[in-house]
């Protein structure tokens, strides 16, 4: 099962530049200014932002705001936004932008030789879920909810994610977000949408219920090709490689 947390912490002990390079090398710029022509924010984003800021925020998360900027305009000239700015920069900039990114740039990775990437000739893939805190805003509580016990409401609102991964490579192909409230069975048909042959896809117990198995069939379709393998393992020593 995939752990947001460690993954992200482990990205953030990389040293500072070869944080830079990765962004660089898997996030082109041209990649980065298209997806800001493409939904009409390369005019309306604040000038001063990268673009791909809302990126290093993923790969420099113990650092406040100021200091990646800072990083990624290390070799240019002039003051550092304050912090206020650079959020209002973020909200303008809004999420169409990077679905569009995500849209160019998320691929699978896996080769034959990628340890755990491909079982018999077929590429594997891995149904995970898991609860993400979410910014504490009314419209965040009042669209995905907030955990809470009898006593007391959570810090944060929370969503529901149910990924499809590549457990090879960990790369996340495809997603969902959902309310707290939504259960992942009922979710996955949608992110679950494999191409037509070559792949199994690796499942938890949960979903061997038989309503879940008619929903699969009905989503995919009697030509779909695709295996479909039941982890019974929690966690499963395959996934985790």
Not at 153 to 158: D, E, K, V
Request: glycine share 8%; charged share 20%; aromatic share 6%.
């Amino acid at each position: 099962m995939i752990n947001l947390h460690q993954e992200t912490a482990a990205v953030a002990a990389w040293p500072t530049d070869e944080r830079l390079r990765a962004l660089q090398r898997i996030i082109p710029r041209a990649r980065v200014d298209d997806a800001l022509a493409q939904t009409g924010r390369d005019r309306t984003h604040c000038q001063r932002l990268p673009g791909w800021f809302m990126i290093a925020l993923g790969l420099f998360s113990r650092d406040a705001y100021r200091q990646i900027f800072r990083c990624l305009q290390v070799f240019r000239p002039g003051g550092i936004p304050g912090r206020s700015t650079l959020c209002e920069a973020r909200k303008r900039l809004g999420v169409a932008p990077l679905r569009a990114l995500a849209a160019q740039v998320v691929a699978l990775l896996g080769r034959p030789e990628t340890p755990g990437a491909f079982y018999r000739g077929m590429r594997t893939m891995a149904i995970d879920g898991f609860v993400l805190n979410v910014a504490d805003t009314p419209a965040n509580e009042r669209a995905f909810g907030r955990p809470g016990s009898g006593r007391a409401p959570g810090a944060f609102p929370q969503v529901r994610v149910l990924a499809l991964r590549e457990p090879g490579s960990h790369v996340m192909w495809k997603w969902l977000i959902k309310s707290l409230r939504s259960a992942e069975i009922t979710m996955a048909p949608s992110p679950a949408t494999l191409p037509a042959t070559g792949y199994v896809a690796v499942v938890g117990s949960a979903f061997s219920h038989p309503r879940h198995r008619q929903r699969r069939a009905r989503a995919s379709g009697p030509s779909a090709g695709t295996h479909h393998l039941q982890s019974r393992l929690h966690p499963d020593p395959t996934l985790a490689r």
